[in-house]
């Protein structure tokens, strides 16, 4: 089934129904509510592609460190959940992006760690698989890794609620973590945590495909902007409250944008002169 799922997909999705791969444990993208449902804001956009389209959304959760074989073996369509592009363009067939995120540190606020030299010599938590771990591991340009090699210990979690216990519990001295899983999980959690005002990195999310499924993806870009337009998308953004970090615009938006700035320093310029 998951075969025909893929061939069928490569020919435009014969059989209405989109397979999305997520980690269920990745609020406020996608993760399990109350309710015992899979929501968040990514699940609820690929919903709305499939209402365009009359598609069945499937949610498929997966491990987040088998998300490649997943789609190569056609058990799932695209990975879209929170999914950093940068780094990645050459192995998947990307959406345009959709989020900025930027990758931070999360700890206590007693821990006494103000900065990111404070971390040398402590205990730092990241998800397997995740883009925060490639990029402490990375010593390419804006890699991390040198400042990885400062860390008593880099420590790989399943998923970042288990993570978070730790770091609650005192196991662990920080967290890297994108930015808007962080918001969500401090606005949860309560008080007793912070961000670093010093940021690992900033990346931007997008939809990935399998190599090559340019039809799919393409049908897919054309109902986000669809979505962007009719204002879903950015009353997603504020339902998840990621309002700030959301890229997709509906279309004149951001040349109206430029226009107000252009007026703005206009009659700044008159008002000096």
Do not use: H
Not at 16 to 29: C, N, Q
Not at 184 to 212: C, H, M, P, V
């Amino acid at each position: 089934m998951g075969m025909m799922s893929a061939v069928s997909v490569q020919a435009g999705v014969d059989d209405k129904t989109l397979v999305v791969g997520f980690d269920a444990e990745y609020p406020p993208y996608g993760y399990m509510d109350e309710d015992g449902e899979y929501t968040g804001f990514d699940l609820e956009l690929a919903q709305a592609v499939c209402d365009i389209e009359g598609w069945t959304l499937e949610k498929k959760p997966i491990n987040w460190d088998s998300k490649d074989m997943e789609l190569s073996s056609g058990s799932i369509d695209c990975i879209w959940n929170g999914f950093t592009m940068n780094g990645r363009e050459d192995d998947y067939t990307f959406s345009i992006p959709y989020v900025d995120n930027s990758q931070v540190i999360v700890v206590a606020d007693d821990s006494g760690i103000e900065k990111l030299t404070d971390l040398a010599g402590k205990t730092v938590g990241v998800q397997a698989a995740s883009a925060a771990l490639d990029l402490l591991q990375s010593e390419e340009e804006g890699g991390q890794k040198e400042l990885a090699d400062t860390f008593g210990s880099l420590n790989e979690f399943a998923d970042y609620n288990t993570a978070f216990t730790e770091l609650q519990a005192g196991a662990l001295d920080a967290l890297a973590i994108d930015v808007g899983v962080a918001k969500y999980q401090l606005n949860s959690r309560g008080e007793g945590f912070k961000i670093l005002d010093e940021t690992l990195n900033t990346e931007q999310y997008a939809i990935g495909f399998k190599k090559g499924n340019d039809e799919l993806c393409d049908i897919v870009n054309a109902d986000l902007q669809k979505l962007a337009d009719d204002g879903t998308v950015e009353k997603l953004a504020e339902k998840y409250e990621i309002a700030d970090m959301v890229t997709l615009k509906a279309d004149g938006e951001d040349a109206a944008q430029s226009d107000d700035t252009e007026e703005t320093a206009d009659t700044e310029e008159e008002a000096a002169e």
